[in-house]
């Protein structure tokens, strides 16, 4: 089924587009995905989501992918063939709500070969607590897929679509008796040893090997790009080096450190105590490479009956950003003649039956369904 993109500043087409699926007796379900530039309030998109009958969700991100491009506005609808049992959570609320608040409403999504579809606030504090709410209720057997939502400003913001309408701090999901073929990887390499986290506070890393956080990672980044740190322009080379956590039998999980503050690295997800990382380095060789084995997980993962000429990709915008206009040349790598659509995120979440859940940064999931 085909993707829909929507110019920006067109609310009366968004209403157009969203009439025109609600009569559709193929769709099932939405996906709704509007970029941040330039986009709608929720005192104009609210009154069109709640009009509309069929499940709905989505949210704002940095920006979206059709048809192979990146587009930094405008609004992206993804129908479904499936039905989505969708529901919406307040991440302001207590981790220890989340559980009986799956039971109610999801207490009949448990077939094992199931998707779920996760979008949640970036900068919520209970993202960690809500993944892992969802993995225990949801099982290592469903398929789930992803990503942060919000914008690059990194101030908070009314980022999550459902028909409810548009909320912040919170997160949307859909459960899908569908399901999923998911390919996960990134392309970093390792340039350092095993590094032990000796100190943090949630998404603040302060030590490393019982030392000062940045003045590990300073003498290691250093030596191997041959360039200093400026004091005011630390993601400048602090993007190129992102930090690595070993997993048993999975994709290394990838935390990208954005900014600095005296000798403390801070993230936008959480990094724990006790958790050994390498300082990872790539180019563009190494991260197209990792775009391409996305892609052949996902087609060696898949199924009779599967969309295989149309992908969704969900992709870290922090990829765009180490990448910038050689960007195009990921999208390539993973098109090659298909239809690519998706969204640019602030954080990635896939699983597909292999290990535990995991919210990635600097990381590429390509599914087809």
């Known amino acids: 089924m085909k993707a829909i993109y929507i110019l920006p500043n067109n609310i009366q087409d968004i209403e157009n587009h969203l009439a025109k699926l609600e009569l559709d007796k193929d769709v099932k379900s939405v996906l709704f995905f509007m970029a941040d530039d330039f986009h709608y309030s929720k005192e104009k998109l609210n009154p069109l989501l709640k009009q509309i009958t069929k499940p709905i969700i989505g949210g704002m991100f940095p920006e979206l992918i059709y048809q192979g491009e990146r587009k930094k506005s405008g609004v992206l609808l993804v129908p479904l063939e499936f039905k989505l049992i969708t529901q919406l959570f307040d991440l302001s609320q207590s981790p220890e709500e989340f559980p009986k608040y799956l039971e109610v409403a999801q207490k009949d999504s448990l077939n094992p070969s199931s998707a779920l579809f996760i979008f949640m606030d ?20 469903t398929s789930y897929i992803g990503g942060g939502a919000g914008s690059l400003s990194f101030k908070p913001c009314n980022c999550l679509i459902s028909n409810d309408g548009v909320n912040v701090n919170a997160a949307v999901i859909g459960w899908a008796d569908k399901k999923i073929a998911l390919g996960v990887a990134h392309g970093w390499e390792p340039i350092s040893e095993p590094l032990k986290i000796t100190e ?15 003045e590990v990672y300073k003498e290691i980044v250093e030596s191997h790009s041959g360039m200093k740190f400026k004091a005011d322009k630390f993601f400048g080379l602090a993007k190129s080096y992102p930090f690595g956590i070993s997993k048993i039998d999975a994709e290394m999980v990838v935390r990208d450190p954005v900014r600095l503050t005296d000798n403390t690295i801070h993230f936008v997800d959480k990094i724990s105590e006790g958790e050994y990382v390498n300082i990872l380095h790539g180019n563009m060789e190494s991260l197209l490479t990792g775009a391409a084995k996305a892609k052949e997980m996902a087609f060696s993962n898949s199924e009779e009956g599967m969309d295989r000429n149309t992908i969704f990709c969900i992709d870290c915008i922090s990829r765009v950003l ?24 602030i954080g990635e979440i896939a699983n597909s039956g292999e290990s535990f859940l995991e919210i990635y940064n600097k990381t590429i999931v390509v599914a087809i369904w």
């Not at 919520?124 to 099982?139: A, M, P, T, V, W």
């Not at 943090?200 to 940045?214: H, R, S, V």
């Open 122 to 141: 970036a900068l919520s504090s209970n993202k960690d607590s809500f993944i892992e709410s969802l993995f225990n209720f949801f099982g290592i057997n």
């Open 200 to 214: 943090t506070d949630y998404t603040e890393l302060k030590g490393i090997n019982w030392k000062p956080a940045f």
């Open 322 to 345: 180490f990448m910038e206009d050689a960007f195009k040349e990921e999208l390539v790598a993973i098109g090659q003649g298909l239809n690519v659509n998706g969204i640019l995120t």
